[in-house]
């Protein structure tokens, strides 16, 4: 199963630069650890915003949450989820 994640991040203003610093480190393990799986196959920065578009090939919407869920500024984001799959007129088989 396809999605296109996008995800807006909104850094709480009372966090101080160290705290920041860790967040970002640990997102960043995080992530890779996820695009290292072969699920999380574009990462994608939105340009001029705090935001990321993302396609995942995972194999439910259990394990979409999953892998969403586990990175530190998880709870920092607003999330939209879109479910794709392959157009019937698209020329090339592998989209990923
Ligand atoms: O910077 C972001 O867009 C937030 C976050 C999502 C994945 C990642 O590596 O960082």
């Not at 259990?62 to 709870?75: T, W």
């Not at 920092?76 to 479910?83: A, D, F, P, Q, R």
Request: net charge negative.
């Amino acid at each position: 199963m396809v999605y296109v994640v996008e995800m807006d991040v909104k850094i709480p203003e009372s966090w101080d630069e160290d705290k920041l610093k860790s967040f970002l480190e640990r997102e960043k393990e995080t992530s890779q650890k996820w695009q290292n799986s072969g699920k999380w196959k574009h990462l994608w920065r939105v340009a001029g915003k705090y935001s990321n578009i993302s396609i995942l090939d995972v194999e439910s919407p259990e394990e979409l949450h999953e892998i969403i869920s586990s990175l530190p500024l998880f709870p920092y984001m607003n999330i939209k989820v879109t479910s794709i799959c392959k157009h019937p007129n698209a020329i090339k088989e592998n989209l990923l």
